[in-house]
T-cell receptor
Framework: DTGVSQNPRHKITKRGQNVTFRCDPISEHNRLYWYRQTLGQGPEFLTYFQNEAQLEKSRLLSDRFSAERPKGSFSTLEIQRTEQGDSAMYLC???????????FGPGTRLTVL | AQSVTQPDIHITVSEGASLELRCNYSYGATPYLFWYVQSPGQGLQLLLKYFSGDTLVQGIKGFEAEFKRSQSSFNLRKPSVHWSDAAEYFCAVGPGGGGNKLTFGTGTQLKVEL
């Protein structure tokens, strides 16, 4: 197992464009989390899946953000009509049901011009 | 609401010196506490965690942390810092039972002088 992977690692886009990020969790993990990290801050929770069910969403997740985990494996995070304020590192983490650890991927750095 | 305070934004220590990074949390019930380290361009790596039991927990890379309920603190320590420890360190709190979101502090940037 190679851990949590995220693609792409970097994304540069123009304001108003849509972007989609992918996260592949550790294969046996049921739980998957998305966080956003801006410069000088700690990660902030966005949303959480258990298997394919999205169980919690942060107020940070505006209507322009949508996340899916259709088969309970990989997940996608889409941002529609990107704004400069969306520029951040988007982190994915996964965890098992039996423990309380979250294992993080390397992140996708989004730059909105 | 749960929250985490890391009062030191930057800390500089000499290689070989001891280190203590401070973390204070606010949480209504028994928290799960974590320390993560992040190197430039990397994701977060778990150093150690506290769920229950012995309040002094050992982690990877020679780090340890002590849970003090009376002070709502979970400070990270290392007796002798190595140059490779230079990174950003995040304290996080999660609800007992896990499964849900972690709340992170704003981080402490550690610089190690040779």
């Amino acid at each position: 197992d190679t851990g949590v992977s995220q693609n792409p690692r970097h994304k540069i886009t123009k304001r108003g464009q849509n972007v989609t990020f992918r996260c592949d969790p550790i294969s046996e993990h049921n739980r998957l989390y998305w966080y956003r990290q801006t410069l000088g801050q700690g990660p902030e929770f966005l949303t959480y899946f258990q298997n394919e069910a999205q169980l919690e969403k942060s107020r940070l997740l505006s209507d322009r953000f949508s996340a899916e985990r259709p088969k309970g494996s990989f997940s996608t995070l889409e941002i529609q009509r990107t704004e400069q304020g969306d520029s951040a590192m988007y982190l994915c983490a996964s965890g098992g049901l039996a423990d309380n650890e979250q294992f993080f991927g390397p992140g996708t750095r989004l730059t909105v011009l | 609401a749960q929250s985490v305070t890391q009062p030191d934004i930057h800390i500089t220590v000499s290689e070989g010196a001891s280190l203590e990074l401070r973390c204070n949390y606010s949480y209504g019930a028994t928290p799960y506490l974590f320390w993560y380290v992040q190197s430039p361009g990397q994701g977060l790596q778990l150093l150690l965690k506290y769920f229950s039991g012995d309040t002094l927990v050992q982690g990877i890379k020679g780090f340890e942390a002590e849970f003090k309920r009376s002070q709502s603190s979970f400070n990270l320590r290392k007796p002798s810092v190595h140059w490779s420890d230079a990174a950003e360190y995040f304290c996080a709190v999660g609800p007992g039972g896990g499964g849900n979101k972690l709340t992170f502090g704003t981080g402490t940037q550690l610089k190690v002088e040779l």
